[in-house]
């Protein structure tokens, strides 16, 4: 736990705010306390909500002036316990939620931090647009946090993470200066991009306040199938067929093991088991184009070559919009079907996509060597080599002895990703969780590099000072 806020701060940063601006309130500061897995709980003396960039700007000031930590939290959807105060300020961005500007010749949309994710998609829509950054939980998740972990999701394999989908930001840096960089420019090539070191920066460089975003054409042709197959190898050679014979109209490409398909069978309300017979390993495959019809006929031509090569087993296309939603649905519901069985060792790692079957069949065989019974839950981007590698304790065991032993199997795991020229965080980031951790994996060189640009930025270290080395 950090040291206590001084009262003179307190006093000061409710001046800066008014009413309405903070609260002190225990039952407005509980969700706001506890990771939404129960993972994390924390604490914190104040929570700021400001409305305006200069409401952000007075309550850093003050803060940096003081010495004050500060944990910046979003729609509070973080996995790894970045958000989660431990003693600090909790500065929320609830209350930054206007869309600034839109804009279809530049194709960009200005949204301040605490707007969500579904808000962005409803704005862009409005305008005859998209913005290609799909998440289960973004209903709740906002710009900023989306922003400040270099958010990923279920469409990298076409349009890359969210530093890809990000023209400009403004920010306030941790001395409470405005920096005011919403440019929509595709290019600019004027020395370092402060943006980008702000994206994934999980808020230790300063609080991302508004984003422009860039936006796409709306498709006019989309077709969604789930594919049963007999591993992961198979989905593999599919997904590069796929890529060869669409020209890039790969819009997702997501693997799940059955283990997956039958929690959410068993835990999910209103899922139904996507094919006729059961199948070891699914494919959620999406394709979409800007020519009518176009999707549709490549995904029927492309299930059929696969059948006939017995790369594929069965598969079904969505002929609606809510059948595609109910195949989504078993991938979106993946994590939630999981809950119920208790304790799990999560991984959200990342390996060449050429890797991703040997790292599926390594890790396996490590694991059940290591907690023998336990149950293996596999799913994730294989488009972009995003593997989220869950172990759940064995039916019937011990949560609290499964749990023990979290840190010592994810070491394990870990290890084989990192053989393999992998990362222990694909999208998810460091946060609380992973941050010591990661020093195992990265060099001394790296860590002295990416400490040397936060003191320069943030000398007091008062920003998220939990996370990130």
């Given at each position: ?102 804009d279809a010749f530049d194709d960009v949309l200005v949204a301040e931090a605490g707007v969500t994710l579904s808000a962005v998609h409803e704005a862009a829509a409005a305008m005859n647009r998209r913005f ?20 990923g999701g279920t469409q990298v394999l076409r349009y890359g993470m969210t530093r890809n989908l990000v023209l400009g930001l403004e920010a306030v840096m941790p001395n409470g200066e405005v920096w005011n ?118 995904m029927e031509r492309f299930l059929a070559s696969g059948l006939e090569d017995g790369l594929i087993a069965d598969a079904a296309v969505a002929q609606t919009d809510s059948q595609a939603k109910a195949l ?142």
């Open positions: 736990m950090t040291a206590p806020v001084p009262a003179d701060v307190l006093s000061r940063l409710k001046a800066v705010l008014g009413e309405g601006g903070w609260s002190q309130d225990p039952q407005r500061l509980a969700p706001k306390l506890l990771e939404w897995r129960d993972r994390w709980s924390g604490e914190t003396p104040f929570l700021a909500l400001p409305r305006t960039t200069a409401d952000v700007a007075a309550v850093v000031g003050i803060c940096f002036e003081a010495g004050t930590p500060i944990t910046t939290q979003g729609g509070n959807t973080g996995l790894v316990g970045g958000q989660i105060p431990m003693g600090e300020v909790l500065l929320s961005t609830e209350r930054l939620r206007a869309i600034r500007e839109s290609p950054l799909g998440l289960a939980s973004e209903g709740s998740a906002t710009v900023g946090g989306v922003v400040s972990t270099n958010a960089g919403l440019k929509r420019l595709r290019k600019d090539n004027t020395g370092y991009d402060l943006k980008q070191l702000l994206i994934g920066a999980e808020g230790t460089l300063g609080v991302v306040t508004a984003a422009a975003l860039k936006l796409y054409p709306v498709m006019a042709s989309r077709a969604v199938a789930m594919i049963g197959l007999e591993s992961p190898a198979a989905a593999l050679k599919l997904l590069v067929r796929a890529k060869d014979e669409t020209g890039g109209a790969v819009e997702a490409f997501e693997l799940m093991g059955r283990l997956g398909v039958d929690f959410a069978l068993k835990n999910i309300a209103g899922t139904r088991d996507p094919l006729a017979g059961v199948h070891p390993w699914y494919v959620l495959a999406e394709f979409s184009s800007g020519e009518p019809g176009s999707a549709e006929a490549s989504w649905a078993i991938r979106e519901n993946q994590s939630p079907a999981q809950k119920p069985e208790g304790a799990t060792w999560k991984h959200d790692v990342a390996v060449p996509v050429s890797r991703v079957a040997d790292f599926l069949a390594e890790a396996d065989a490590a694991m059940r060597a290591f907690a023998p019974g336990c149950r293996i839950a596999a799913f994730g981007h294989m488009g972009d080599g995003n593997i989220h590698y869950d172990v759940l304790r064995a039916d019937g065991g011990s949560d609290a002895e499964h749990s023990a032993r979290r840190d010592a199997g994810s070491r394990i795991v870990h290890d084989i990703v990192a053989a393999m020229g992998g990362s222990i965080s694909a999208e998810h980031g460091l946060g609380s969780m992973k941050t010591e951790e990661a020093r195992r994996y990265k060099s001394p060189v790296e860590i002295e590099a990416l400490s040397a640009i936060r003191r320069a930025l943030d000398p007091k270290r008062i920003m998220n000072p939990r996370v990130l080395f």
